[in-house]
């Protein structure tokens, strides 16, 4: 993504010039710029591709689920942005049919117990190895650590009273679209607690590879 690079650089340089800014301040914006960029990128990546399928509404639910927890708890990440935004966009799609399937194949009592389950997993890993840093942004101040964790573990707990919620909505209504919000809700942060271990290092990293990345991801970069 170079042209995002670019674009950033100029838009930096400009504001820079503007406003009489120092090099250190226009690296700054530049930075935010491309971040600003790319991000909104992903998201309509995401949300084309997601029409396409048939499941928008899923997957923009599982992408933001996962992208919130991920700001807390860190994750590996792909060698290059187009990279990161071409594997976000295909995992979140994927997940979103996948949910979408459970809906029609599952019963209910079955879903219930799978989002247990997937609670149960998120919270374990939040626990254990939460925060995940990586080669550009290393977790080692214990303070910086502890708080990221918390953090986490305050998001998951949040969510998983909003899939409470959702849930009694879902009995008094019987409105499906309750149900479909809670099991996109775990599903995502799920996926982000997955890319924390060793199992979603080697989904990034083989996709990575597929695409050209050119060089190894970092596992447990804060270790």
Request: charged share 10%; proline share 2%; net charge positive.
């Amino acid at each position: 993504m170079n042209w995002i690079d670019n674009v950033s650089k100029s838009f930096a340089s400009v504001v820079s010039s503007n406003l009489s800014l120092g090099h250190d301040q226009e690296e700054v914006i530049a930075y935010g710029a491309f971040a600003l960029i790319q991000t909104v990128l992903s998201i309509f990546a995401i949300a084309a591709f997601g029409l396409l399928l048939g499941v928008f509404a899923e997957s923009m639910i599982i992408s933001f689920a996962a992208a919130i927890l991920r700001k807390f708890s860190g994750g590996v990440h792909a060698t290059k942005p187009l990279n990161c935004a071409v594997i976000g966009m295909i995992i979140f799609c994927v997940l979103g049919l996948m949910v979408k399937h459970l809906m029609i194949n599952i019963e209910f009592v079955y879903l219930i117990g799978l989002i247990a389950l997937e609670f149960a997993f998120v919270f374990y890993v939040m626990i254990k190895y939460c925060p995940v840093g990586s080669a550009n942004k290393p977790l080692k101040n214990p303070d910086k650590r502890k708080r990221l964790k918390k953090q986490s573990l305050m998001f998951t707990s949040s969510m998983l009273a909003v899939n409470i919620v959702l849930t009694y909505a879902y009995v008094l209504t019987n409105n499906i679209n309750f149900l479909t919000a809670a099991v996109c809700i775990s599903t995502g942060i799920l996926w982000q607690s997955i890319t924390l271990v060793s199992l979603g290092h080697i989904i990034i990293e083989s996709l990575d590879t597929f695409m050209g990345g050119t060089t190894i991801l970092n596992r447990r970069a804060n270790k």
